[in-house]
């Protein structure tokens, strides 16, 4: 939970239950994204990186 903490400004003790949700998806033309998607609590976050330099 640090990273969120940090990230976020929340203050999420380390024992909190942490759900990792689906994370991948295709695009209309059949590329195929993957993020990392996590659920605390009812609070959603979306982490995306970005690997290609468009």
């Known amino acids: 939970m640090p990273v969120f903490n940090e990230i976020f400004g929340t203050n999420y003790p380390l024992d909190v239950p942490l759900e990792q949700l689906r ?4 695009t209309l033309n059949g590329e195929k994204i993957t993020d990392s998607y996590f659920r605390i609590g009812k609070k959603g ?3 995306e990186c970005q690997s290609t330099g468009d």
């Open 23 to 26: 994370n991948e998806h295709q």
């Open 45 to 47: 976050y979306h982490f």
